[in-house]
């Protein structure tokens, strides 16, 4: 297997394509941050502490993920690790063994922070003229600020494991952190920061320059770590954050050994208990048994089989979290767009969001196809020695995925579609065009997703979370946006067609024109069904294990 | 019952199954044995369909498992030596999968589900998720799930790999009653002793190739080595370490 996996992986390509989309989103990420800083930086008076308070603003927000993220990490590296097993037993000191597990969890944790912030602070280095030391002093800010997420998480890890088992304790994790993300996402969205931007947001000139003034917290490393950052910038001599951070970072790893050396053997002894799981009950088979009983029992069971493994893993539910907190925000976002604020409704205007926003919605659905359609064959993938060697159609196997996939996006897609539309008060023609647009398009993108992800299995994973950020994950999105492009602009002639009897207050005629425009669509989203379901099939039939 | 003419297992410049032919017949027990890498376990999956062979050709029954995998594979129950299963399911669950893999279901598969259970003694766990399950545990699971739509000819990698030594004998004795009913059982092992009391007739492979095979008598002859144990036998056949290497590397 190891072999056949190197004939997959081989290639330059692969790399060089996410090699291009890091360095497109480093580009992007800095650009926004450059052009921001620039004209902040021309504010008289306020520039710097609107600067400085929007790196603290964007250092606590990191700060939290971090936080949450080396929680987690901490729990793999220190108790569920394939690697324990041999360290534990070795003759290895513990302090080293802290500090190596401490380091693999701060890298783990950490990497993908350290990536979004070079941009940023590169801004904020070219902007305020930080000059040739101002890297060293940026790493010098962000490795102890790295550091101290990465001690409190493992130490709160260590007093939860000594409280649960190890299993157990992931689950819990998982799913707080997954909701307290939600939670700080969600909350960002609701208290509308886009009016800060906004003159009607700015009652009071000196109420504003007060809380930009105003640290967000004197206690938190992350406002230790923007002001060493900005005194550097605005030539500062305060050694008080620097004194903060690198005396902090120090004692707490040294608290965190002391904790480690008193409570680790105990939390590691209990983590080797399993979480005993008793299932009784026959939920699905009650609530779908009689919706799905005309199925050939092979498709029946298997999708019973995949709903139940679904819903059991918790490792989902955190992702079915993350769902519903971004559907709420697109929603929000649709709902807050001004649009109604004047006496007249802007037809025109309104007309044309209800068009583009089925591109979105199109959008939405990819995203939630990516993730939860196109781990489908890669995570059989350990099971396939059983599929494989039964009288299983191959074809079966796909129709019972795609199905699986398929209805519950199209349930969500014709929700937020009617939602947004009602929104928008979109017009009956509009609503129409719309809601038969999504209907086609989520065969489509179910299918590319399926079909892909068999083109682009990842079989060396068992976290669905995982499988779709790899290459295949990009070419899917990526085919998927080029499928929502061409569907768009085809549609935008029966749209404009609509518009231009609009405007001369004729009623709507649909003319051969629109028919051809509209049908070219359905033909285009069922061929690409087809072809995509074909081709999953084919890879899969010459898959070997 | 399984026929293997000239079958051959490429990767490229590799060649892990050189023309293997080998015919084991209805109600024999076949003991499959080979040094670690010699291509047994890549045999054994074109047997059970999970593989493809690059020549030749692997038959169950005389279907070929290439053109007629579904009538092939109908017939055929295959156990792997390290076998993955949904752990998110609970034993009966998984069974009830498996059975409708073959196409079966209903109150008749729920007994034999049952009975296979018990004498697996896995019943009290029957409703607890397979994560939770032991090495052995998953291992009886598995065998019952190939043992659940009544084969005719198992398939099986290193059976007794995580069995207590209760499991193991109970699996011999089971492997022989199924054969003395006209079964056919082709196993793959590294432990030699049971290989010799269990198994009717013995290929061994090395290299891809079949290097010798036959009853014990038949390989006796072959090797002239008289009444060697089978372990002899396979060490003269695949080549050992002499004593005077594993000496020197373990002087201190």
């Known amino acids: 297997m190891a072999r056949l996996r190197e004939q997959r992986d081989g290639g330059p390509l692969r790399p060089l394509l996410l090699a291009l989309v890091g360095l497109g989103f480093w580009g992007a990420a800095f650009g926004v941050s450059f052009r921001v800083l620039r004209y902040v930086h021309t504010q008289a008076d306020i520039g710097t502490y609107l600067a400085a308070k929007i790196l603290g603003m964007i250092l606590v927000a990191l700060g939290s993920m971090l936080l949450l993220s080396n929680l987690i990490t901490a729990l793999s590296s220190f108790y569920l690790a394939r690697d324990l097993d041999m360290l534990v037993s070795a003759p290895v000191d513990w302090l080293p063994f802290y500090l190596a597990k401490l380091g693999e969890t701060v890298l783990h944790s950490s990497w993908m922070v350290v990536l979004i912030t070079i941009p940023i602070l590169t801004a904020y280095g070219i902007v305020y003229q930080g000059g040739l030391l101002f890297p060293l002093v940026a790493a010098a800010a962000i490795v102890p600020f790295l550091i101290l997420p990465g001690v409190v998480g493992t130490a709160f890890t260590l007093f939860l494991v000594n409280l649960f088992p190890a299993r157990r304790a992931r689950d819990i994790l998982g799913l707080v952190a997954i909701g307290a993300a939600a939670g700080v996402v969600l909350l960002v969205r609701l208290i509308r920061p886009e009016q800060l931007a906004s003159p009607d947001g700015v009652r009071n000139l000196m109420d504003y320059l007060a809380a930009l003034k105003t640290p967000t917290s004197p206690f938190l490393p992350s406002e230790w770590a923007s002001h060493m950052i900005m005194n550097w910038l605005t030539r500062v001599a305060d050694p008080l954050p620097v004194a903060l951070l690198w005396t902090t970072a120090p004692a707490f790893v040294v608290l965190g050994a002391v904790l480690h050396h008193r409570l680790y053997r105990s939390g590691f002894s209990k983590a080797q208990e399993g979480a005993s799981r008793f299932v009784r009950g026959r939920v699905w088979q009650g609530a779908l048994g009689g919706l799905l009983q005309r199925l050939p029992v092979s498709k029946r069971e298997f999708i019973l089989k995949d709903l139940r493994v679904f819903f059991r893993d918790t490792q989902q539910w955190s992702q079915l979290i993350l769902l519903a907190v971004l559907l709420l925000v697109y929603i929000y976002n649709i709902k807050s767009l001004p649009l109604f604020s004047g006496e007249r409704t802007p037809f025109y205007l309104v007309t044309l969001v209800v068009f583009l926003n089925q591109g979105l919605a199109g959008f939405v659905l990819a995203a939630i196809a990516a993730r939860f359609v196109f781990p489908a064959v890669s995570l059989e993938g350990r099971q396939m020695w059983l599929l494989r060697s039964s009288p299983l159609d191959l074809r079966a196997l796909l129709w019972s995925k795609y199905w699986t996939g398929t209805v519950p996006l199209l349930l969500l897609g014709l929700a937020i579609t009617t939602t947004t539309n009602l929104l928008l008060k979109a017009t009956p023609f509009m609503a129409a065009i719309s809601l038969g647009t999504v209907f086609c398009l989520t065969f489509a993108l179910s299918a590319l997703a399926l079909g892909l992800g068999a083109l682009y299995p990842r079989f060396d994973t068992e976290n669905a979370a995982q499988i779709p950020t790899g290459f295949g994950g990009l070419v899917f999105m990526m085919t998927a946006v080029a499928l929502l492009g061409l569907v768009i602009v085809i549609e935008a002639f029966p749209v404009l067609a609509y518009l231009r009897t609009q405007w001369v207050g004729d009623s709507v005629t649909i003319t051969p024109r629109m028919i051809g425009a509209l049908a070219l669509v359905v033909v285009i989203c069922f061929a690409t069904t087809g072809f995509a379901l074909r081709t999953g099939l084919q890879r899969m039939e010459a898959m070997e294990f | ?252």
């Open chain 2, 1 to 252: 019952m399984i026929r293997l003419v000239n079958l051959t297992k490429r990767y490229g410049s590799f060649t892990a199954v050189d023309r293997v032919n080998l015919e084991i017949a209805r109600g024999e027990l076949f003991g499959f044995l080979g040094p670690n890498g010699a291509g047994k376990t890549t045999t054994l999956r074109i047997i059970a369909g999970i593989l493809k062979p690059t020549e030749g050709t692997a038959e169950i029954a005389g279907d070929d498992v290439q053109r007629k995998p579904m009538e092939a594979k109908a017939r055929l129950g295959f156990i792997p030596d390290r076998p993955y299963v949904y752990e998110k399911l609970t034993g009966g669950e998984f069974l009830r999968f498996v059975a409708a893999l073959y196409g079966q279901e209903g109150a008749a598969i729920e007994r034999r589900m049952d009975e296979l259970l018990d004498l697996f003694e896995l019943t009290e766990w029957k409703d607890d998720l397979v994560e939770t399950y032991s090495h052995g545990m998953r291992q009886k699971l598995i065998i019952s799930s190939a043992l659940l739509h009544r084969p005719e000819v198992i398939v099986v990698d290193e059976p007794l790999v995580g069995l207590d030594p209760k499991g193991a004998r109970f699996l011999k004795e089971l492997f022989r009653a199924f054969v003395n009913k006209g079964g056919t059982v082709l196993m793959s092992t590294h432990t030699l002793e049971v290989a010799e009391a269990m198994c009717d007739r013995i290929a061994i492979i090395q290299n891809g190739k079949i290097v010798a095979a036959g009853t014990m008598a038949e390989l006796q002859q072959q090797s002239n080595a008289g009444d060697a144990s089978l372990e002899e036998l396979f060490l003269k056949v695949t080549g050992g370490h002499p004593d005077r290497e594993l000496e020197g590397i373990l002087e201190q």
